[in-house]
């Protein structure tokens, strides 16, 4: 419907029927105005399937839901690097909304995984922004275009659950806009998203779900958002000031108290209708999107579905350690699989994004036909080692060539709702790992687990396959995997550290009371742990291949660009190996030297492909302003420092293939305002002041500098007058030297200088 006849629609409704169309009709619907034909729509979750709920409403996966198809969670799911892949995963679930009537499927979700211990983590994508907005385009796009929208969520800065309602997360602008932001910004610039959904908790001390500079200013004046924000299930504190900073659905209904509290705020004259009217607007826009196109004959194929969700599971798995070639392993290979997670494979977390599967398919199962045994090893939900578990475990894996371990993160490790305390497995399961190890020395460990842990047993088995929490056909990959049916071409898209201690939140998280302080800023992730050239188990980007990549010969568009200018990079990647397989092109800028404290490097491009053996391809990235720029808060924009930068590429943060630097001429400079405190360092770098100052300079340097003595003496001396000079405010020159100055110096000059 055109906006024009959405508008004269609006204009026929009474401030009630409008202030009614801001909230939910119930858990899952938007609100119908029969008497004017305005239909209801329905959302769901998400992100990575359906949790259509028919009755027994709830928003933490407690009720049944429909059957459904689960997919990769998105701690998976990134992990692939491939943004073809979740454009494929969005568009089935586009269509499985079309075919179940759901206007929009609530995700994906993107927020920045700033500690290992937030129970949500198993559903954001990535520690890296860039990563997380790229893969979150491509998963929007394919799910619109089936004619139905997303809810990119949770807006913004909700990196933790513990007091998820309350808190209040506390963070500077740049560590927001470099760290916090680009996921969403990056989605609604690339995919316009239907809907955002604005997060439970405050940001800076303003409730998301109230703060217009996040709602208004930045996501709609800034980045174009054109659809409705919709609230978290019960994200909505006070309304009416909600309405006027954005928010327009309230989600679930709030059984019409907050509706009335719209309409005496426009009657007090606190609220402008016109506020309303647009929220009605807005979200009227997307309900006839959506009943315009809807499509309720769309088939739902679950089995290719099913076969699909293994496809992509197997591409998301990283490989990450693999001792002396053990993996792929034969079919001829007697195989013990070992761990109750063989046969019951954890595949998704628990809360809202959880799924009723239709079928899923564990390692036991898709390994039917093969030599295969298999031995429970422990009991999820008892979390204690047992030994006459042990013992026939140690007994399977003696009898067998390899045993498979499959260990990870029970579920209520991790969940929606609470975080986790630490980052061990259960005991159990790391005794089991131990004594496999100690009976077999051809032992692999498969991961299923939504965010990194510790692996205090790594040097004791051969290979490590981290499947995460795949989607209910994760069985079905990690066998096509583990006998080379399929090559594990994921790349950690979060680092592992060593251990929790390392995290760089880890003596902020998580906070005090409501105040969660961002200390770290925009040392989140690779961005903390390169700096400080600390060790970690596994870095950013990385996995091994059962076949190997060969990066040659980058070449740039330019040695030296303008701000303004686009940069193209072209690398030759070739499978040296003996397989064919995929590898994920990582291209990271280097800042140089200059005065703002930056990451050593950030990831500014990222590039899925494939190779048979012996092929070569040419990978070209373009490069733009942003890929150079930092947050200035001076100047309130994207900012690059003029200087030399450096264009890597890799296959991780840590392994850098080729390198090739590039100078970037800055075109806007930032404004200084000086005062008596401005040091001579700073009023040099303006033209007008480097010359009102070289006499001065010249003459203090007489009196103070010189002076007789050895080489090394008047070396120091030197520098340390230099020093003295470049750190003196202006006002030091009137101490020093103001007997020889004007009365009215220092006021001239600063007029000069500010002019
Ligand atoms: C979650 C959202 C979810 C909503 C509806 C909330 O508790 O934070 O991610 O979409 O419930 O189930």
Redesign the pocket.
């Known amino acids: 419907m055109d906006i024009t006849k959405i508008r004269s629609l609006i204009a026929e409704m009474t401030l009630e029927e409008k202030a009614g169309l801001c909230s939910g009709a119930d858990f899952w619907h938007t609100k119908a105005v029969e008497r004017l034909g305005v239909p209801a729509t329905m959302v769901s ?2 992100p990575h399937g359906l949790r259509k709920q028919d009755d027994g409403a709830d ?2 996966g407690v009720n049944d839901s429909i059957e459904a198809v689960c997919f990769p969670a998105g701690c998976a799911t990134a992990a692939s690097f491939d943004k073809a892949l979740v454009n494929r995963m969005g568009r089935a679930i586009g269509e499985s909304c079309q075919h179940e009537k759901l206007s929009v499927v ?1 995700g994906p ?1 993107v927020n920045i995984k700033r500690s290992p211990l937030c129970g949500r983590n198993f559903e954001y994508l990535s520690e890296d922004p860039y990563l997380a907005g790229e893969m979150a385009a491509a998963y929007i796009q394919g799910v619109q275009s089936q004619n139905v929208g997303t809810s990119i ?2 807006f913004a800065a909700n990196s933790q659950e513990h007091r998820r309602m309350s808190s209040s997360s506390e963070a500077d602008e740049r560590t927001l806009r470099e760290i916090y932001f680009p996921a969403f910004e990056t989605a609604v610039k690339k995919a316009q998203p239907w809907t955002v ?1 604005c997060s ?1 908790n405050r940001i800076n001390g303003v409730y998301a779900s109230e703060n217009r500079w996040l709602l208004t200013d930045v996501l709609r004046d800034e980045w174009g958002f054109e659809g409705y924000v919709m609230s ?2 019960g994200a909505t504190a006070d309304r009416a000031v909600g309405v006027h900073a954005g928010l327009d659905l309230e989600m679930p209904s709030s059984g019409g108290i907050n509706d009335r509290k719209i309409v005496a705020a426009v009657r007090a004259g606190t609220l402008a209708e016109s506020d309303v009217d647009l929220a009605c607007e807005r979200i009227l826009n997307i309900v006839y999107r959506y009943t315009e196109n809807a499509k309720p004959d769309t088939p739902w194929d679950m089995e290719a579905q099913h076969e699909l969700s293994a496809q992509i599971a197997a591409e998301c798995m990283v490989l990450l350690k693999n001792e002396g070639g053990i993996l792929p392993l034969s079919k001829a290979d007697s195989v013990a699989f070992i761990g109750e997670f063989a046969e019951k494979p954890r595949f998704q977390g628990g ?2 994004s959880h799924i009723h599967c239709f079928k899923t398919t564990s390692a036991v199962q898709a390994a039917e036909g093969l030599n295969v045994t298999y031995a429970r090893g422990y009991d999820t939900a008892a979390d204690r080692a047992d030994d006459a578990m042990i013992a026939e475990a140690v007994a399977a894996a003696k009898a067998a060539k390899v045993a498979v371990v499959f260990a990870g993160l029970p579920d209520s490790y991790e969940s ?1 709702g609470y975080d986790r305390r630490h980052m061990r497995m259960p005991e159990c399961q790391v005794k089991l790992i131990e004594a496999v190890a100690d009976a077999n020395p051809n032992t692999v460990v498969v991961l299923h687990n939504g965010s990194p842990v510790e692996m205090p047993w790594i040097g004791r088995v051969k290979a490590v396959l981290e499947a995460y929490l795949g989607g209910q056909a994760v069985g079905l990959a990690t066998v096509r995997v583990l006998f080379g049916d399929a090559d594990p071409s994921g790349r950690l898209a979060e680092t592992f550290p060593l251990r929790l201690q390392d995290n760089p939140s880890y003596l902020y998280y998580v906070g005090e009371g409501d105040a969660t302080e961002y200390r770290e800023g925009v040392f989140v992730g690779y961005r903390y742990y390169d700096k400080k050239e600390m060790d970690v188990l596994f870095p950013f980007g990385y996995g091994l291949s059962y076949t190997a990549f060969e990066y040659s010969n980058l070449r740039l568009s330019a040695a030296s660009v303008k701000d303004t200018d686009a940069l193209t990079a072209t690398v030759t990647v070739k499978n040296t190996g003996g397989r064919p397989g995929k590898t994920a092109v990582q291209l990271y800028v280097r800042a140089g030297e200059g005065e703002v404290i930056r990451p050593v490097r950030e990831l500014k491009g990222f590039e899925k492909i494939e190779l048979q053996p012996g092929e070569a391809k040419d990978v070209t990235f373009t490069l733009d302003k942003r890929s150079f720029a930092y947050w200035n808060a001076a100047l309130h924009d994207w900012h690059v420092e003029s200087g030399d930068y450096a264009v890597e590429i890799g296959q991780s943060s840590r392994d850098i293939e080729v390198s090739a630097p590039v100078h970037v001429e800055s075109t806007v400079a930032v404004p200084m305002h000086y005062d008596a405190n401005s040091i001579l360092l700073d009023v040099m770098k303006s033209p007008a002041g480097a010359a009102a100052m070289k006499p001065i300079i010249d003459a203090l340097t007489a009196t103070f500098g010189g002076g007789e003595g050895s080489a090394a003496e008047e070396a120091i001396s030197t520098e340390m007058t230099l020093a003295m000079m470049n750190y003196m405010p202006l006002r030091g020159i009137i101490s020093f030297g103001g007997d020889q100055l004007p009365p009215d110096f220092l006021d001239r000059l600063l007029e000069q200088l500010n002019g």
């Open positions: 979750d998400g928003h933490l609530l979700a969520k949770h959904m439970y978290d299930w809360g809202s929606e």
